[in-house]
């Protein structure tokens, strides 16, 4: 649903522009007007955000309009919290509470979490693909893992959240009209109803919100991108993300995600970015949300999963065998090899997708065989 926010008590238009650049539109109301709000028949904001920095006290209705409304929300705006005005607070049934100096990075968590107290997930779950560079594979097995998830007969988004020229839409062979750009800037509107609009069906059965075909203007809001995650993990059974390793926006915004995998191969530099957006995750998130993929995996190649996993310091949860043809074919006919055949690297993804819903920790790769010594010791050279 659209979240409706409503300003009571405040003239200072910094306070609604903080609350327009986390991605809604709020409307400013009066004392007068919170009176009004009340009455059992009132029609009620999600959010009543009571700017306090004047006076220092609440609004002696809030109580009764709590009482009278429960599941409104509130959000306090104060010079400080003293123990006073915190206790009358919590007795008026405040939900959040945000001080001086405010700034985007106080309004938009308070929202988020305002949001995810109000409406209860549908038991969603949001899986990151990050690659460790470019050209390793992300994207394809990202879409391969999301159309295996949608084969459940769940609900099932891809989010290509590349800012522009993802390859998400076209590995699954659909022509979205509106992209991820359309969504974060309409997060004050986001709603099933309005979001479907802006998402293509892919004939594999995977919901896409696409990446643009035009570059970014501005740089990108991270409460936004946090304010859709959010969105879709109440809304989608699973969601898959394509997430570029390069923005720090989306990389700093994946609260929501259940699991990031970090996808890598076996070449030194593969493994070199991967130490450093491993790194990067892991000290952002739980290292034990984050695991290593190893796509084109070659048992006899001389970097083998046991160097990985010393270099990188995270598990490598599985390993998916390199077959070229047939992921030419697949992109060049806009259909996801899991949907047919029987190949190996077909069989790797569906039974990694199947303990992705087991929730069933997948058992390391048996490490590659042979001498590897000298190009293991340049690596930790490179590394280092």
């Not at 050209?135 to 099932?156: C, I, K, P």
């Not at 970090?262 to 991967?274: D, H, P």
């Not at 990067?280 to 034990?288: L, S």
Request: aromatic residues 4%; hydrophobic residues 45%.
């Amino acid at each position: 649903m659209s979240l409706h926010i409503t300003i009571i008590g405040s003239t200072d238009r910094k306070l609604d522009e903080l609350v327009r650049s986390s991605g809604l539109r709020p409307s400013v109301a009066t004392a007068v007007d919170l009176q009004a709000l009340t009455r059992a028949d009132a029609v009620q904001p999600d959010v009543l955000m009571i700017d306090v920095r004047g006076h220092g006290q609440l609004p002696p209705t809030l109580a009764a309009l709590k009482r009278q409304h429960p599941t409104t929300s509130v959000m306090l705006v104060a010079l400080e919290l003293t123990p006073a005005l915190m206790l009358e607070a919590m007795r008026s049934g405040v939900t959040e509470c945000i001080t001086e100096p405010l700034s985007p990075d106080t309004i938009g968590p308070a929202i988020s979490r305002i949001i995810a107290q109000r409406t209860a997930p549908v038991g969603g779950r949001m899986f990151a693909f990050v690659g460790a560079k470019g050209g390793v594979g992300t994207t394809t097995l990202a879409v391969n893992v999301a159309t295996a998830l949608a084969r459940t007969q769940e609900s099932t988004l891809f989010v290509d959240m590349h800012p522009a020229y993802g390859d998400g839409a076209v590995l699954l062979g659909v022509e979205p009209r509106f992209s991820m750009a359309d969504a974060l800037e309409n997060t004050h509107r986001l709603d099933l109803a309005f979001f479907s609009g802006l998402t293509a069906q892919s004939r594999a059965g995977v919901t896409l919100l696409a990446s643009s075909d035009n570059p970014p203007t501005a740089s990108i809001d991270m409460h936004r991108i946090r304010l859709l995650l959010d969105f879709a993990v109440r809304n989608y059974r699973y969601t898959v993300l394509d997430v570029p390793r390069s923005d720090p926006a989306m990389l700093d915004a994946l609260e929501a995600a259940t699991s990031l995998f970090v996808v890598t191969n076996q070449e030194l530099a593969s493994v070199r970015g991967g130490t450093r957006v491993a790194g990067a995750v892991g000290q952002r998130y739980t290292r034990e949300k984050v695991a290593l993929l190893v796509s084109r995996f070659d048992k006899g190649a001389a970097i083998g999963n046991d160097d990985i996993e010393e270099v990188v310091h995270l598990p490598v949860r599985c390993t998916f065998p390199s077959d070229y043809r047939l992921a030419l074919h697949a992109l060049n006919e806009g259909r996801p090899f899991v949907l047919d055949g029987n190949s190996k690297l077909r069989t790797a993804v569906l039974a990694f997708t199947q303990e992705l819903n087991s929730e069933t920790p997948a058992q390391p790769a048996p490490s590659s065989p042979g001498s590897r010594r000298a190009r293991f010791a340049a690596l930790r050279w490179m590394i280092s």
